[in-house]
């Protein structure tokens, strides 16, 4: 498959720009932001627990991004098709997965931006302690991969639609089953008549679950395995939508 | 080598079809208008000559280069107005026309060259540095133009490119079409009838997806001829496509 990184790039570069256009991007950040913190402090007791890590920040990133997520990637492409401008661009000379990969990987560095700004939670445990660091980088990296899952998964549903309100709504449930699919209100459901490697399989899929192990510092193989396939297969999708537009 | 090229074109909405086997050659030097009532497959058409739809049958090409199963090369020759004229409201005019200029594989000399040139050429100085949303319908258009002239392609692909502009924006927007058709092989699809007899070197007119009139203005003109009187071609047009619209 011939790819133009030049393409990759400009259109990174435009998406990347368009997030800054608009004051969602200072809105996202700023939810993003207090509610990570808010939850970390009042739901997650990160004081009362007398630690010093970053536990109880972590654990709400899947909660957090599986509304976030489909807020950065509703517009990606549904909002191309509503303007008309998807016309214009799948004009020019380039291919569908070179536009399908720059637009992932800006809402993605968008999300790095988030994630970097809460680092001032590691800057607080390292004055009022001495945290794992390995156990934050993993967390870290763990919460990085996981949001590019879920946008991946947001950016892919983007193009079946040009309504960006659709668009969010059945991203935000998409993200939800995947999160929890570990729960055990899930498996118990399933327990009852699936066989036992189908209750495996849907809880190896868990969203939850696979970040867990990460935040336990473990880089453990096939949680990054499960997010950067699911990146893969949803990228793979979301070009296939956007060629079978055109025969629509 | 004719620049654009198109047989048996085919395109089925759910039931209704579109466009029902339209067959089009324009070779460099001619400006198509393209006519026909709303509705009658025009924005399919151009969609399909410029491989943004895929057609259920008939083939399409662009300077040789089949739009389908060659669609970047076909595409490198191609400057494309879609209907609306859609462009990234968020952006600047400038910042717009260089984003398409490097998608379109022009280096920095070259794309600077030409930006100049379509400031000149399509009177855009005034809106150079605003957001495109903050444009008048008249700017949006010519921004519209300027994106698809950017590379200087041979063959040029404009739907309704004077729709919304005022009496002097049309004017403007005929010189120019004539100033730059000499070398290019130009189609444009308009309501405006004397815009056809202004600058287009011949008409084809649509009705429900057939091709049901391909001839000079005057050809056409002349061939309608009654009692020694020659119609205007909006009578022509009517003549040809009211019925069936009706």
Redo the contacts between chains.
Sequence with gaps: MKTSFRTIALVFGREFRAYFATPLAAVFLLVFLALSAGLAFFAGGFFERGQADLGPFFAWHPWLFLILMPAIGMRLWADERRSGVIELLMTLPVRAHEVVIGKFLAGWAFTAVALVLTMSFWLVTLYLGSPDNGIVLASYLGSFLMAGAFLAISACISAMTKNQVIAFILAAIVSFLLVMSGTNLVLAALRGWAPAFVVDLVQSLSFITNFDRLTRGVLEAPAVILFLSTIVLALWINVQVVDAKKAA | MQLVQASGLVKTFSRLRAVDGVSLEVSRGEVVGFLGPNGAGKSTTM?ML?????PDAGTASIAGHDVFSD???A??H?G?L???A??????TVADFLA??G????LSSAVLGERLAEMVERVNLTAVWNRPIDALSKGFKRRVGIA?ALVHDPEVLILDEPTDGLDPNQKHDMRELISAIAPGKAIVISTHILEEVEAICSRVVIIAEGKVVADATPSALLDAAVVDGQRPTLETVFRSITGSKAA
């Design positions: 969609k410029t491989g943004f739809l895929e669609p970047i090369a595409r490198r191609l494309y879609p209907e609306g859609p462009a990234y409201g968020d952006m984003f398409v490097r998608m379109r594989g994106q």
